[in-house]
């Protein structure tokens, strides 16, 4: 009864002055919101790059070419190329932790065909590409380990550049010239948009590497290597025995270094959270502060309400009000009043986060963690800067209370 008392003399006194109270609990409901709708931003944020990752491909393993020294001086990554496709047949025939492997041949440049010409990246690849990259044709056929050996010029058109040549037609069975050298388009990959780092995935072609690398490059070095571990959980024994054969194909001697790297798509997805992680918690950091300042607009408004009622807390001392009673009172008006502006700040959030998810490019995830430490920590702020003002009314003299006017 007494817990029930005190509850019911908070609610009337907060309801007395409703519009003061909703403007007490202002700060907190902006800050509650504040907190969770920025915090989901980061984590919708986070959750694009994982996805974005993880469709780069199945158990994916990149091999890139190494970095070189002159004068003492790093050169960087790729500044060493001894990547050939001797590389690639001996990883093909060796390795027991990989289940499919691609060269990569660049080859950028002028691509004329159907309505006009459009400048993209010509890729050599294998026909095990799809399958590493996790990706599909929305028509036509892609190209076979005989096209590789005959050098076949067949081509796939990435979506953005079927738009931008092909597009009113079906480009299967049509030519396309890729630096003056003729290409017959025998399929069209399904779209599957920017990468991580901001690439347009489907800004590209497909063709064999071996005709890329004779054809259009004129080179013997390919750019790099992907490949596919036959299982998340032996991606570790995968990248070992990769760097193990490839040290022996490039005759490295023990104690030297390798004249390559090898990053899997752990490595890739780590990198790339590791930016948006410390943005969420900059965000909710900076969020938090607006608590802060709602917490000490609950205090100034407490303080004005034991000076406001300082008559009421005489009265009730002098009839056998204790001042833990006055202390547990007022404590308690300030932490109603934070709850119940978190509470709005939830409801608030949500609002927030559905227009986000429905009507911007930016998701908004919501996740019951945030929502749950919102919550307590407006509880916390109401326990913390109501307290001095409660601790004040507790303290007053009854008789100075009583002649206070």
């Given at each position: 009864?007494?817990?029930?008392?005190?509850?019911?003399?908070?609610?009337?006194?907060?309801?007395?002055?409703?519009?003061?109270?909703?403007?007490?609990?202002?700060?907190?409901?902006?800050?509650?919101?504040?907190?969770?709708?920025?915090?989901?931003?980061?984590?919708?944020?986070?959750?694009?790059?994982?996805?974005?990752?993880?469709?780069?491909?199945?158990?994916?393993?990149?091999?890139?070419?190494?970095?070189?020294?002159?004068?003492?001086?790093?050169?960087?990554?790729?500044?060493?190329?001894?990547?050939?496709?001797?590389?690639?047949?001996?990883i093909?025939?060796?390795?027991?932790?990989?289940?499919?492997?691609?060269?990569?041949?660049?080859a950028?440049?002028?691509?004329?065909?159907?309505?006009?010409?459009?400048?993209?990246?010509?890729?050599?690849?294998?026909?095990?590409?799809?399958?590493?990259?996790?990706?599909?044709?929305?028509?036509?056929?892609?190209?076979?380990?005989?096209?590789?050996?005959s050098?076949?010029?067949?081509?796939?058109?990435?979506?953005?550049?079927?738009?931008?040549?092909?597009?009113?037609d079906?480009?299967?069975?049509?030519?396309?010239?890729?630096?003056?050298?003729?290409?017959?388009?025998?399929?069209?990959?399904?779209?599957?948009?920017?990468?991580?780092?901001?690439?347009?995935?489907?800004?590209?072609?497909?063709?064999?590497?071996?005709?890329?690398?004779?054809?259009?490059?004129?080179?013997?070095?390919?750019?790099?290597?992907?490949?596919?571990?036959?299982?998340?959980?032996?991606?570790?024994?995968?990248?070992?025995?990769?760097?193990?054969?490839?040290?022996?194909?490039?005759?490295?001697?023990?104690g030297?270094?390798?004249?390559?790297?090898?990053?899997?798509?752990?490595?890739?997805?780590?990198?790339?959270?590791?930016?948006?992680?410390?943005?969420?918690?900059?965000?909710?950091?900076?969020?938090?502060?607006?608590?802060?300042?709602?917490?000490?607009?609950?205090?100034?408004?407490?303080?004005?309400?034991?000076?406001?009622?300082?008559?009421e807390?005489?009265?009730?001392?002098?009839?056998?009000?204790?001042?833990?009673?006055?202390?547990?009172?007022?404590?308690?008006?300030?932490i109603?009043?934070?709850?119940?502006?978190?509470?709005?700040?939830?409801?608030?959030?949500?609002?927030?986060?559905y227009?986000?998810?429905?009507?911007t490019?930016?998701?908004?995830v919501?996740?019951?963690?945030?929502?749950?430490?919102?919550?307590?920590?407006?509880g916390?702020?109401?326990?913390?800067?109501?307290?001095?003002?409660?601790?004040?009314?507790?303290?007053?003299?009854?008789?100075d209370?009583?002649?206070y006017?």
């Amino acid at each position: 009864m007494k817990i029930k008392s005190i509850l019911s003399a908070a609610v009337k006194s907060i309801m007395k002055s409703r519009m003061r109270s909703l403007l007490t609990a202002l700060g907190i409901i902006i800050g509650v919101a504040a907190v969770i709708v920025m915090v989901s931003i980061g984590e919708g944020a986070q959750q694009q790059v994982e996805q974005q990752i993880a469709s780069l491909g199945s158990n994916l393993i990149i091999i890139f070419p190494g970095a070189s020294n002159s004068g003492g001086v790093n050169k960087g990554a790729g500044s060493i190329n001894r990547f050939t496709m001797d590389d690639v047949n001996r990883i093909k025939n060796e390795a027991t932790y990989i289940k499919a492997i691609s060269p990569i041949v660049r080859a950028g440049g002028q691509v004329i065909g159907g309505v006009g010409n459009w400048n993209t990246s010509t890729q050599g690849v294998s026909p095990d590409y799809l399958d590493i990259r996790a990706w599909k044709l929305s028509s036509g056929e892609f190209f076979t380990d005989k096209d590789v050996i005959s050098r076949s010029k067949v081509c796939v058109l990435g979506s953005e550049v079927k738009k931008n040549l092909f597009p009113n037609d079906d480009p299967i069975g049509s030519l396309v010239r890729i630096r003056n050298v003729p290409f017959k388009v025998i399929g069209v990959l399904e779209e599957k948009g920017q990468s991580a780092m901001g690439v347009n995935n489907d800004d590209l072609i497909l063709a064999p590497s071996s005709t890329v690398l004779d054809r259009l490059t004129g080179g013997r070095y390919i750019n790099f290597i992907q490949a596919s571990a036959t299982s998340l959980a032996q991606m570790p024994q995968a990248q070992a025995e990769l760097t193990k054969i490839m040290r022996e194909a490039h005759n490295i001697h023990p104690g030297d270094d390798d004249d390559f790297t090898i990053r899997n798509q752990a490595d890739l997805a780590d990198a790339a959270t590791a930016t948006t992680k410390v943005l969420t918690l900059l965000l909710g950091s900076v969020a938090g502060v607006s608590l802060i300042v709602g917490g000490i607009g609950i205090m100034n408004i407490m303080l004005v309400s034991v000076t406001e009622r300082t008559r009421e807390i005489g009265i009730r001392l002098s009839i056998g009000a204790r001042a833990t009673d006055i202390l547990v009172q007022f404590l308690t008006e300030a932490i109603m009043l934070s709850l119940s502006g978190g509470l709005i700040g939830i409801f608030l959030a949500f609002i927030m986060g559905y227009v986000l998810n429905h009507y911007t490019a930016q998701p908004a995830v919501i996740k019951p963690a945030i929502i749950f430490i919102s919550f307590a920590f407006s509880g916390a702020v109401g326990v913390f800067f109501g307290f001095y003002p409660a601790r004040k009314a507790a303290n007053l003299n009854p008789i100075d209370a009583l002649r206070y006017e």
